[in-house]
């Protein structure tokens, strides 16, 4: 396989093939390939100086795609491409990104290493969808569809400051696993991004 992925994109092991959507999907070889979305260097800390500290809550995602498991979707039934997983739960890999999206995107805040700090602010995420959509049939590209509904709120104040929904299509180029992944990250990096520019613009409310 030689079309290039995203610059975003980390490869931990061989590519396999996608021959077809969900179930149907044949790998080759027996090796399972592992992927990971966003960037492979961590961004430079800044000087927490003037920002707030900003803890992600482990965003909830819905059941069949809350673990390492790439899913498909065709005809409202879930299934999942073969001999291909995420390097890490999807959760953890969408709060990773949040992480690095806010280091890069944002002036206002800061995430914490550690816990325990008095005054601080939560953000708290819930995905409706996060899947590949094989809305024309299992030979055509899919489309990944990511939704999901924000609550930033701080910790001497249980009401919400601001309530936000975001939702990304991104029509994969080719229904090959490297095309899929390739479309995974962008939808991923650009939800994370829009993520943390709206939680900066509410931090100070």
Not at 110 to 129: E, K, N
Not at 151 to 161: F, G, K, M, Y
Not at 171 to 182: F, G
Request: hydrophobic share 40%; aromatic share 6%; charged share 20%.
């Amino acid at each position: 396989m030689t079309r290039l992925l995203s610059k975003n994109l980390a490869i931990l092991a061989m590519l396999v093939g996608l021959t077809g959507c969900g179930g149907g999907v044949l790998g080759i070889g027996g090796e399972t390939s592992l992927y990971r979305l966003g960037n492979i260097a961590e961004p430079t800390p800044e000087i927490a100086h003037g920002r707030r500290p900003l803890y992600i809550a482990r965003p909830q995602m819905p059941s069949g795609v809350d673990a390492d498991r790439i899913a498909t979707v065709e005809m409202q039934e879930i299934t999942y491409l073969a001999e291909a997983r995420w390097a890490s739960p999807a959760p953890e890999m969408m709060s990773d990104l949040i992480r690095e999206s806010i280091e890069r995107n944002t002036t206002q805040a800061y995430v914490p290493i550690q816990a325990g700090l008095a005054d601080h602010h939560v953000l708290s995420t819930r995905f409706t969808s996060y899947a590949a959509y094989y809305e024309n049939g299992p030979e055509a590209p899919p489309v990944i569809r990511i939704a999901a509904q924000a609550e930033l709120t701080r910790a001497t104040n249980s009401a919400p400051l601001a309530v936000g929904k975001f939702s990304r299509d991104v029509q994969a180029m080719e229904n090959t696993v490297s095309s899929v992944i390739d479309a995974f990250d962008t939808a991923s990096v650009q939800i994370a991004d829009e993520m943390a520019v709206w939680a900066g613009a509410h931090l100070g409310e």
